[in-house]
């Protein structure tokens, strides 16, 4: 670990609360911001070339900006003017980067604002990437992680831990479960079956948070298990928290895409601020 947040930077409202919430983060843990902004490639049209030097004169102008305001904040920061693509260009850079923090592509209303190009970054990047929706989460409380047993998910809640105890934020570990599924309306699952299923389902999360009290014995952790759908779940159970982690990719079906299918639907809809952990 080398103590660097990378920041993509731009105009953008979103990636402004980007660069708000890491520079907090820095300031509080004594790290140093790597800031970036990246203008695209020449496709030689006509004319290019000048609007391509005043797109790279104004992104120079919002990282000394950018640079400025971390300054103040007592925090280190060096920043970078990149060339090409966006997403290649900040997934190289997570290479050099301990945490990479993004603004949300998306409105808290689910419309999009810019693209997925947050949720491409997501899916390559090489450290774990936070997503900043519009407001962030000022006067909000505690931590919650999605848990499902897989490795991306122990490390979530390794991530989400430590998070937790270090701003003294209760942490709220949430696992989900569905009933077998069947090509019809079926509503009547034997009772015994469905409690079974709610015990089996909070006994593997015991198990998975069962390393917690010995590393954290100050840590207060909370537990909801839940039949449905796990984004919707976190979703819900996140709209006061803090802090939203979840793993790019969990153990069901689509584990063989970039994203995982409950972390990209957390995307589309963050509630508050959400990192994904590989």
Request: charged share 20%; proline share 4%; glycine share 12%.
């Given at each position: 670990?080398?103590?660097?947040?990378?920041?993509?930077?731009?105009?953008a409202?979103?990636?402004?609360?980007?660069?708000?919430?890491?520079?907090?983060?820095?300031?509080?843990?004594?790290?140093?911001?790597?800031?970036?902004?990246?203008?695209?490639?020449?496709?030689g049209?006509?004319?290019?070339?000048?609007?391509?030097?005043?797109?790279?004169?104004?992104?120079?102008?919002?990282?000394?900006?950018?640079?400025?305001?971390?300054?103040?904040?007592?925090?280190?920061?060096?920043?970078?003017?990149?060339?090409?693509?966006?997403?290649?260009?900040?997934?190289?850079?997570?290479?050099?980067?301990?945490?990479?923090?993004l603004g949300?592509?998306?409105?808290?209303?689910?419309?999009?604002?810019?693209?997925?190009?947050?949720?491409?970054?997501?899916a390559g990047?090489?450290?774990?990437?936070?997503?900043?929706?519009?407001?962030?989460?000022?006067?909000?409380?505690?931590?919650?992680?999605?848990?499902?047993?897989?490795?991306?998910?122990?490390?979530?809640?390794?991530?989400?831990?430590?998070?937790?105890?270090?701003?003294?934020?209760?942490?709220?570990?949430?696992?989900?479960?569905?009933?077998?599924?069947?090509?019809?309306?079926?509503?009547?699952?034997?009772?015994?079956?469905?409690?079974?299923?709610?015990?089996?389902?909070?006994?593997?999360?015991?198990?998975?948070?069962?390393?917690?009290?010995?590393?954290?014995?100050?840590?207060?952790?909370?537990?909801?298990?839940?039949?449905?759908?796990?984004?919707?779940?976190?979703?819900?159970t996140?709209?006061?928290?803090?802090?939203?982690?979840?793993?790019?990719?969990?153990?069901?079906?689509?584990?063989?895409?970039?994203?995982?299918?409950?972390?990209?639907?957390?995307?589309?809809?963050?509630?508050?601020?959400?990192?994904?952990?590989?």
């Amino acid at each position: 670990m080398n103590g660097t947040i990378a920041v993509g930077v731009t105009d953008a409202f979103g990636a402004q609360g980007a660069l708000h919430w890491a520079i907090e983060r820095a300031a509080g843990r004594r790290e140093r911001l790597l800031l970036i902004s990246v203008v695209g490639s020449a496709w030689g049209i006509g004319g290019e070339e000048t609007l391509i030097e005043r797109a790279t004169q104004r992104a120079g102008a919002l990282l000394e900006t950018a640079a400025a305001q971390a300054q103040e904040a007592g925090v280190d920061a060096e920043t970078l003017l990149e060339r090409g693509d966006p997403v290649a260009r900040l997934i190289d850079v997570s290479h050099r980067a301990d945490l990479l923090v993004l603004g949300s592509d998306f409105a808290r209303d689910g419309s999009r604002l810019r693209g997925v190009r947050g949720v491409r970054i997501t899916a390559g990047a090489h450290c774990p990437v936070v997503v900043v929706p519009e407001g962030g989460a000022q006067g909000r409380t505690g931590v919650v992680v999605g848990v499902d047993g897989s490795e991306a998910s122990e490390k979530a809640v390794a991530f989400a831990a430590a998070e937790a105890d270090r701003t003294g934020d209760t942490l709220t570990a949430v696992m989900t479960w569905s009933p077998v599924p069947v090509p019809f309306e079926f509503d009547d699952y034997p009772q015994n079956y469905l409690e079974r299923m709610q015990d089996l389902t909070a006994e593997e999360l015991a198990i998975s948070l069962a390393g917690l009290r010995q590393d954290y014995p100050d840590l207060t952790v909370k537990t909801v298990v839940e039949s449905g759908y796990p984004g919707a779940v976190l979703g819900r159970t996140a709209r006061s928290a803090r802090l939203l982690v979840v793993g790019s990719h969990g153990r069901g079906p689509l584990t063989r895409f970039l994203l995982g299918s409950t972390s990209q639907a957390v995307l589309s809809h963050p509630p508050t601020v959400t990192a994904i952990v590989r």
